[in-house]
């Protein structure tokens, strides 16, 4: 029973492209995340929504489009793939809005040459 | 804003040692800490969550502590073994935003 999913696991494309990552959870949670973990292993959040609903924009490029379709699903696409774009990006969900714990996806590697 | 800090950046020890991991931030005004383990090319998986009210969570061998006035959390974990091996991450809670270290890198030698 996997808790919360993503996919592709690994994604390589070329610079300009636009691509789009899924991330499920059947956890019955509120609230989903979305996270950039850069080379050096920092994580930093990029979108939250509880309930369908935009939360938390963190200072993403517009480039970036999440959608929430329903509570168990958050997606993220991405337009005009940039070489820095490259990075692990997890999915996370929680029950509610703060003072939760966080169950994080298995991460997608994006590669862009 | 808030900032994160882990020390060390990587840590190796013998199996069987006691060791201590540390998080330092920089606003007190947090709501929870938690520790997180990742493994190489996995995600995250959630060890202990401390509320602000909390001084400390203890799961087997592992015990964290908090100490909010400091900004400090300490990850205690007894008896290490290989398995053990892994990046440990803290991450703070504020107004819905979790903010994260970059993370210890454990070695435990068998």
């Known amino acids: 029973d996997t808790a919360v999913s993503q996919t592709p696991k690994y994604l390589v494309t070329q610079m300009g492209n636009d691509k789009s990552i899924k991330c499920e959870q059947n956890l019955g949670h509120d609230t989903m995340y979305w996270y950039k973990q850069d080379s050096k292993k920092f994580l930093k959040i990029m979108f939250s929504y509880n309930n369908k609903e935009l939360i938390i924009n963190e200072t993403v490029p517009n480039r970036f489009s999440p959608k929430s379709p329903d509570k168990a699903h958050l997606n993220l696409h991405i337009n005009s793939l940039e070489l820095g774009d490259s990075a692990v990006y997890f999915c996370?969900?929680?029950?509610?809005?703060?003072?939760?714990?966080?169950?994080f996806g298995p991460g997608t590697r994006l590669t862009v040459l | 804003k808030q900032e994160v800090t882990q020390i060390p950046a990587a840590l190796s020890v013998p199996e069987g040692e006691n060791l201590v991991l540390n998080c330092s931030f920089t606003d007190s005004a947090i709501y929870n800490l938690q520790w997180f383990r990742q493994d190489p090319g996995k995600g995250l998986t959630s060890l202990l969550l401390?509320?602000?009210?909390?001084r400390e969570q203890t799961s087997g061998r592992l015990n964290a502590s908090l100490d909010k006035s400091s900004g400090r959390s300490t990850l205690y974990i007894a008896a290490s073994q290989p398995g053990d091996s892994a990046t440990y991450l803290c991450a703070v809670e504020n107004f819905n935003k979790f903010y994260f270290g970059s993370g210890t890198k454990l070695n435990v030698k068998p």
């Open positions: 996370a969900s929680s029950i509610g809005l703060a003072g939760d714990t966080q169950y």
């Open positions: 401390i509320q602000s009210s909390q």
